[in-house]
T-cell receptor
Framework: LAKTTQPISMDSYEGQEVNITCSHN???????ITWYQQFPSQGPRFIIQ???TKVTNEVASLFIPADRKSSTLSLPRVSLSDTAVYYC??????????????FGSGTRLQVQP | ETGVTQSPTHLIKTRGQQVTLRCSSQ?????VSWYQQALGQGPQFIFQ?????ENGRGNFPPRFSGLQFPNYSSELNVNALELDDSALYLC????WGQGTYEQYFGPGTRLTVT
């Protein structure tokens, strides 16, 4: 199983860019990297997904180096509403695979005014 | 709102009892995954169902079992409940075939075992 490691917590201020790195040393060839956001008492919410290099959507960017052993979620200009726990997920995208999916330990981001 | 619903919202059971949790997937999705989330921890993968068959399983004992129905709704059954089974149980639906791994999570069922 691909084990992931993230910082336990991070602090930031409104308007700053936040980068959260996830380490996944034993990622497999077919594994995608996905990031989720979770607010208290809610299910996680999809943020972004990637396989290699850089992916950008309307809320975040995801940077993946060539060896794919880590990934960095970048949140531009955070606001108070971005205060949440962020999870890195590594898993096999094949519907016929029987590999388990692994959430990281999560990074608790606190955004201050 | 993701379109994924779970019932019940909260549940209290006694050690040794059995429990069934239900999940209704988002329309058009053919895959459902179940997760256990203990307080202050990340979700732990229990298992996944694709087209009504178990497609992957995490490190959970056989007393955790599941079903996926033709309408892609799903159940999680836990037998012989233990105190450590107290957690938030999340289901997530997705659609395989689009080259994406985006999962849509429900709000969860909070299970307390006393």
């Amino acid at each position: 199983l691909a084990k992931t490691t993230q910082p336990i917590s991070m602090d930031s201020y409104e308007g700053q860019e936040v980068n959260i790195t996830c380490s996944h040393n034993n990622i497999a060839t077919n594994d995608y990297i996905t990031w989720y956001q979770q607010f208290p008492s809610q299910g996680p919410r999809f943020i972004i997904q990637g396989y290699k290099t850089k992916v950008t959507n309307e809320v975040a960017s995801l940077f993946i180096p060539a060896d794919r052993k880590s990934s960095t979620l970048s949140l531009p200009r955070v606001s108070l509403s971005d205060t949440a726990v962020y999870y890195c997920l590594v898993g096999d995208r094949s519907p016929t695979g029987r590999r388990a999916l692994t959430f990281g330990s999560g990074t608790r981001l606190q955004v201050q005014p | 709102e993701t379109g994924v619903t779970q019932s019940p919202t909260h549940l209290i059971k006694t050690r040794g009892q059995q429990v069934t949790l239900r999940c209704s997937s988002q329309s058009g999705h053919n895959t459902v995954s179940w997760y256990q989330q203990a307080l202050g921890q990340g979700p732990q993968f229990i298992f996944q169902y694709y087209r009504e068959e178990e497609n992957g399983r995490g490190n959970f004992p056989p007393r955790f079992s599941g079903l996926q129905f033709p309408n892609y709704s799903s159940e999680l059954n836990v037998n012989a409940l233990e105190l450590d089974d107290s957690a938030l149980y999340l289901c997530a639906s997705s659609f395989w075939g689009q080259g994406t791994y985006e999962q849509y999570f429900g709000p969860g069922t909070r299970l307390t075992v006393t």
